[in-house]
Every structure is written in structure tokens, then in C-alpha cells.
């Protein structure tokens, strides 16, 4: 286990993160003593060898979607099998049939299949759950977005990333939901929240899972 400290400028407290790779980044405002810093981190010792340790789970239990041998679809475990000369992708009984094309790597032939994946079902659900909400955005679109799985902003568009079609059903929802009820409200605030978890009751659980699935934003890249 690596332990980085990194000084900036922006923050006011300690934080401390575990990477996905399993080390420990330990972010602090410039020039505190550093003294404070590693009576922080000794005390905050129990939990960061809890969450290294889930860290670690996750990474097995999902070894085989980063290493393309597999991936998720609603949440589910594919085996992919890369074809040369196949035509199209194709999901036959729990195999996915994937083309070899134009020299394509199976990273980048998942990545497309994906997002034309997500673009079938991301639209679908939220229209479903617009009329639930009762808002609608002008605009839906779909990509493969580097940091997030969703915006909404003022102009009522919405962007969702493709990996969350990767996501069980129930947290794609929640997705979903989240920023459909951005149309009511912009932000985080305590109105916000108390919409969502109208139609999303879980909405604090599905947080909380969507957490082990932190992996997927960064999957392609
Ligand atoms: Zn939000």
C-alpha cells in the first residue's frame, strides 16, 4: 500500500481517498504543520485499511470486466468472445459476440458496443421516468463521459454517461432520477434530495452501491 501526500492550495481540511489501485492519497491545505497531517491519518488507521481491504474485494470480483474477458450489461456478466470476420455484435444466451474490426483491441470493440447499448436504454428509461417526474429535458444525450455518470444544466439538457447502461437496473435508475430532478432544482440542497427520494426511495443505499462500480467511469480509457 502506497501513501501519497499531496499539498494544495484549494483545500481547507484533510481528506483522504483510496485510489482504485489501492493506495492511499491523502490531500491537505498547503502549509498546515505536517504533523497534523500524520496524527490525522494515524487516527483515521482503522478505516483506511477497511476500505483498502473493499478496495481490493472489488477489484477481484470485477477482475475480469477490466481485463475485457467479460463485461456488465444491467449490472449482469457477460463473456465476450472477439470474433475476426464477424459482421455485427451480437448477445446470444448470456454471450456477447463481439467483430474484430479495423485492427480494433476488444477494449475499444466493448466501448462501442456499449455505447450503442446505452444508447437503446438510457433513452428509454428516461423517458419512462419523465413522465413519472413530470419533467421533461429538451435534450437527452449519451457518451462515454471521463468523469461522471450524469449532468443536467440550465438550458434542462441532459448528459448521461454511457457506462451507466453497464450499472444494475436499480442504480441505473437512480441515475436517471437524480438528474431528472435536477429539472426541479440545480443543485444538492435538501429540496433536491427530498425529490429524488420521492421516486427513488433507496436513493442513499443506491449512493452508497454505486460507490464499488466507481471502476466503470474510467474503464475505456
Ligand atoms: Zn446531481
Known amino acids: ?29 498547503q ?3 505536517i504533523k497534523k497531517v500524520d496524527d490525522f491519518v494515524r487516527e483515521k488507521s482503522k478505516w483506511i485499511s477497511e476500505k483498502v481491504a473493499q478496495v481490493s474485494a472489488s477489484r477481484n470480483e470485477f477482475a475480469d470486466i477490466i481485463s475485457f474477458q467479460k463485461t456488465l450489461l444491467l449490472g449482469k456478466k457477460v463473456n465476450i468472445v472477439f470474433t475476426p470476420g464477424l459482421k455485427r455484435a451480437e448477445l446470444q444466451s448470456g454471450v456477447l459476440f463481439l467483430p474484430q474490426k479495423n485492427k480494433e483491441n476488444v477494449k475499444e470493440a466493448t466501448k462501442k458496443f456499449v455505447l450503442n447499448f446505452a444508447k437503446e436504454v438510457l433513452p428509454q428509461c428516461t423517458a419512462y421516468f419523465a413522465e413519472k417526474v413530470g419533467k421533461c429535458p429538451v435534450k437527452i444525450s449519451v457518451s462515454h463521459l471521463k468523469s461522471k455518470w450524469g449532468s443536467c444544466n440550465a438550458n434542462r439538457e441532459i448528459k448521461l ?4 447502461a ?12 437524480h438528474e431528472l430532478c435536477h429539472l426541479f432544482e440545480l ?3 435538501q429540496i433536491f434530495w427530498k425529490k429524488v427520494i420521492q421516486f427513488c426511495p433507496n436513493a442513499d443505499l443506491m449512493r452508497k452501491r454505486l460507490k464499488n462500480y466507481s471502476f466503470l467511469i474510467n474503464l475505456f480509457d
Open 1 to 29: 500500500m502506497n501513501v501519497y501526500y499531496v499539498p494544495s492550495e484549494k483545500r481547507r481540511s484533510i481528506r483522504i481517498e483510496i485510489t482504485y489501485a489501492g493506495d492511499v492519497k491523502v490531500s491537505y491545505p
Open 161 to 164: 454517461n454511457a457506462k451507466t
Open 31 to 33: 502549509g498546515i504543520d
Open 187 to 189: 443543485n444538492h440542497s
Open 166 to 177: 453497464m450499472l444494475p437496473r436499480e442504480l441505473m435508475e437512480y441515475i436517471v432520477i
